[in-house]
């Protein structure tokens, strides 16, 4: 029998490892990359590749998400939260069921405004949906009314107002879908927060889809019934291409699971900072794969409602914070001698360089899919990416 050297010491003794934790900024990139890339191929899909059934595509993600969570909750542990919620039929009739309309209705806008709207104005009158929000609280009496914040509302209305006036493909079939999935998602946020709360029901994002992607599915099928059904072709799905339309499920459900680590992850305001620099990606991404025209005027107007939604979300001491602490750190390495001591460290580097790559990757993605779509359809697009 072999003696363990003393100098080494027994392997009981032996110090294990410390497993190597994920860095937050890898959920903060995974949850910007599968965002857009959702919001990209969902466009793609409809302009490019002649799938213009929006209803139909909602059905088909919510048809996969329905089954996807249910295969999760049985192989893993992301859906081991749905334990601790007490689901009556009295909770399902008063906040599944309503909510998973809303949720339907606010989908079902947010792919038809694809018919009418640019990515990049689409994401501009994003910009008011904390407005919506808010004024919703209010409403429900969630929140009571403040002067302060009510300024800061219109200073965000005033900048996509001006955006919207400076948009030269303006249609107002898209704006109002538009607005309507802004309201019909932030009736839903507010009803999630009062009627669940109330039954003392506590649900992360992903267990949320769990339930509501069956009643959502169920309500799409109907109204995907109703409104494209006599103009469906199957022609149409085999050229998007049953793999593309697999693969845009996919990555639509990827995006829920992303945004469930995020939020466990991160906090509120770096979710919120988060968003404004997805928005802001987003918006010349899609200048770039569509040539998306952007006048003075509507980005103008798209700066004054970031400005106002940044103020709204964060507050004044945190932008405070945040810039002094940049400052600061920027001072450190400018006064720091020539050397390693001058290299930003090995974590900072991993992360800049992760964020270049996936903003590369899901630009040569769109481009990509852009220019192919272009030769499977032999269709000349507008300005604004439409057929």
């Not at 607005?179 to 927060?193: C, D, K, N, S, Y």
């Not at 309500?219 to 793999?243: P, Q």
Request: overall charge positive.
């Amino acid at each position: 029998m072999a003696m363990a050297d003393p100098e080494l010491g027994s392997p009981a003794e032996k110090v294990q490892p410390k497993a190597r934790s994920i860095h937050p900024l890898f959920y903060i990139g995974s949850w910007i990359f599968f965002s857009n890339l959702t919001i990209l191929f969902n466009k793609w899909l409809i302009d490019n590749r002649g799938f213009r059934y929006p209803a139909t595509l909602t059905c088909w993600h919510l048809i996969f998400a329905t089954a996807a969570t249910q295969i999760l909750a049985r192989t893993t542990k992301l859906l081991d939260g749905r334990k601790t919620v007490k689901m009556t039929g009295r909770v399902y009739m008063r906040a599944i069921v309503p909510i998973g309309l809303l949720y339907s209705a606010s989908l079902v806008c947010s792919n038809m405004v694809y018919l009418y709207l640019s990515v990049a104005f689409i994401q501009m009158l994003k910009a008011a949906a904390p407005v919506a929000v808010l004024l919703t609280a209010w409403a429900w009496g969630v929140e009571k009314p403040s002067l302060k914040r009510f300024l800061n509302i219109i200073f965000i209305v005033a900048g996509v107002a001006l955006a919207s006036l400076g948009e030269i493909d303006f249609s107002w079939a898209g704006f109002l879908f538009q607005i309507g999935g802004i309201v019909f998602e932030a009736m839903r946020l507010i009803m999630i927060q009062v009627l669940l709360s109330e039954d003392g029901q506590k649900m992360d994002p992903l267990v949320s889809l769990y339930y509501y992607a069956p009643v959502c599915a169920v309500m799409n099928i109907v109204l995907a019934a109703a409104s494209e059904a006599h103009k469906f072709e199957f022609a149409d799905v085999a050229k998007a291409g049953w793999g593309l339309l697999l693969l845009n499920a996919m990555v639509a459900f990827m995006l829920n699971v992303s945004s469930v680590f995020l939020i466990g992850k991160t906090s509120g305001l770096v979710m919120t900072l988060t968003g404004i620099l997805k928005n802001i990606l987003l918006v010349i991404a899609s200048v770039m794969i569509w040539n998306t025209s952007i006048a003075g005027l509507q980005f103008i107007g798209y700066g004054v409602a970031l400005l106002g939604l940044v103020y709204y979300s964060v507050g004044w001491e945190q932008i405070v914070g945040v810039l002094t602490g940049i400052g600061l750190y920027l001072k450190g390495v400018w006064d720091a001698p020539r050397g390693d001591e001058a290299r930003l460290p090995p974590a900072v580097r991993r992360a800049l360089f992760t964020g270049l790559a996936a903003i590369t990757l899901v630009l040569l993605l769109g481009g990509f899919m852009y220019g192919g779509g272009v030769e499977a359809t032999g269709v000349q697009l507008s300005s604004r990416g439409l057929l």
